[in-house]
């Protein structure tokens, strides 16, 4: 593992244009135009591919199309299912629970750059991992941001834009997204 590579996944700063980085993010592109461009009826071949993509797979069903940056940072849980133009910036790891819904144009992101100018036109960057628990649903077009942590059993409204970790058992909404109701 390349230097650069362990600090991009411990959440440091590190620089993306390390050779083995993207190579990493080449082989990524590849799996994922041969799975977003595979037959509907190929489950067994859309299997593979994320078995040889993902940290862990799982049972998951991810309907095209589908994109990350690496692949290996993403752990599904089982009963995992992302609908249409799902996207996981997987800078960081991305753990995700059993029983896990995404609706269509789900964003999770790991991925984040330095606040002050100088450092982040360095080319500098780094990532904050991200966790859902068991038996979340995000709604249609909602974001997670780097750093969050959504709790077992959260509902996330459509759209909502989520910039702070949720406990479980809530239902969230809104851009900030804040509680509106416990379950």
């Given at each position: 593992m390349s230097e650069e590579k362990r600090k991009m996944i411990a959440g440091e700063l590190y620089r993306p244009n390390d050779a083995v980085l993207r190579e990493d993010r080449l082989r990524a592109r590849h799996l994922l135009h041969e799975y977003n461009h595979s037959a509907p009826d190929a489950k067994?071949?859309?299997?593979?591919?994320?078995?040889?993509?993902?940290?862990?797979?799982?049972?998951?069903?991810?309907?095209p199309?589908?994109?990350?940056?690496?692949?290996?940072?993403?752990?599904?849980?089982?009963?995992?299912?992302?609908?249409?133009?799902?996207?996981?910036?997987?800078?960081?790891?991305?753990?995700?629970?059993?029983?896990?819904?995404?609706?269509?144009?789900?964003h999770i992101y790991t991925a984040t750059h330095p606040l002050d100018p100088t450092e982040r036109n360095s080319?500098?960057?780094?990532?904050?991992?991200?966790?859902?628990?068991?038996?979340?649903?995000?709604?249609g077009r909602a974001i997670i941001n780097p750093g969050v942590t959504l709790g077992d059993n959260?509902?996330?409204?459509?759209?909502?834009?989520?910039t702070h970790s949720v406990e479980a058992n809530c239902v969230v909404a809104g851009n900030p997204a804040r509680v509106i109701r416990r379950l």
């Open positions: 067994a071949q859309r299997q593979a591919i994320l078995k040889s993509l993902l940290g862990e797979a799982g049972n998951a069903y991810i309907e199309t589908f994109r990350c940056d690496y692949g290996y940072n993403i752990y599904l849980g089982e009963n995992f299912y992302a609908n249409f133009d799902c996207v996981i910036l997987d800078v960081c790891p991305v753990h995700i629970g059993a029983n896990v819904m995404l609706a269509p144009g789900v080319g500098l960057e780094f990532a904050k991992p991200v966790t859902i628990g068991d038996n979340v649903w995000i709604g959260v509902v996330v409204g459509s759209g909502a834009v989520v």
